[in-house]
Each structure stands twice: as C-alpha cells, then as structure tokens.
C-alpha cells in the first residue's frame, strides 16, 4: 500500500491511495488549516470510488470523517453521508466495478445546507431535516479512506 501527498505543500491536503490488494488508509488533520478544537463554520470534500460488489450485505465505511461517515448500504446498490445514525444523499442504482465521483458540502450559513453529487448531478438531500446535519458542524477527529476509526460492530472497512 502506498499513500502519497501528490504535491508537496500541497494546500488542498490532496492524497491518494494505491493498493493491490484490499487496503484503507488513514491521514493525518492538517492542523495548519484546522486548528486542534476549531469550530468550522462549512466544509467540502470529494473523492472517486468504485466497488467490486456494491450490492453486497456489508456496511462497508468509503470515507471516515469522524463524526460524518461516507457507506455503502447493505444489500442495495447504494452510498450514503451518514451523521448520528441519520443518513442523508444517498445514490441509486450503482454499478459495481464502474468508477463514481461523489461530492457534498456543508454549511451552517443561513439555517443551514447540505449539497450532495454523483459525478456533477446533484442528489435527492432525503427526508431527514438538513438542519440535523448543518445547523452545528463538528469537526472531524479523522480522515480515514476505505475505513473509520468508529467502526460500529456491524460495519467493514471497504
């Protein structure tokens, strides 16, 4: 497994993972552009995955950003942001072995929003109040690709 800054002093923080075999990777937070017990106002990220069985019965964890956690649902062919339980954006009809870009920010301006993307078309928010998830954003105690340091006992790295 071979985890890589792609640029040095890189200010976007962008890193890759490469890997024959089933692997996750974990980051450090750069606290430069966090500070240890910052109160982050918005926060953004991205990443491309791609399964080799999306429809399996695993709660596979893609992305953990401790409280936040990026999950394939078990059984559907499926991805979804999940936050205390309550899950929110959730895709439709993946494919497996097929490359997907997903995308979500959030904000705590204005009451509060949550933008949700699978490769650049914009998803369904769900039926949960946004407000749960972007009224008091926290911030993240890990930046785990493929995995979470929470794991609950019914979840698998991916």
């Keep these: 497994m071979y985890g890589y800054e792609q640029i040095p ?3 976007a923080g962008e890193m890759f993972l490469r890997t024959s075999d089933t692997q996750y ?20 990220i991205e990443f491309w995955f791609k399964a080799d069985d999306v429809g399996s019965i695993n709660l596979e964890v893609l992305l953990g ?24 954006c959730a895709t439709i009809n993946l494919e497996s072995k097929v490359w997907y870009h997903y995308a979500l920010s959030i904000s705590s301006a204005n009451s509060g929003s949550l933008n949700c993307y699978l490769n650049g078309e914009a998803l369904n ?11 008091n ?4 105690t890990e930046v785990s690709f493929g995995t979470s340091t929470t794991l609950k006992p019914n979840e698998v790295p991916f």
């Design 65 to 88: 950003l401790t409280p936040y956690k990026m999950r394939k649902k078990a059984g559907l062919a499926q991805v979804l942001l999940l936050f205390k339980d309550l899950e929110f």
């Design 137 to 140: 954003i926290f911030s993240f």
């Design 125 to 135: 928010v769900g039926t949960n109040p946004v407000s749960q998830v972007a009224t």
């Design 25 to 44: 990777m974990t980051v450090p937070i750069n606290t430069a552009l966090v500070p240890p017990g910052s109160q982050p106002t918005s926060f953004a």
């Design 9 to 11: 002093q890189n200010c």
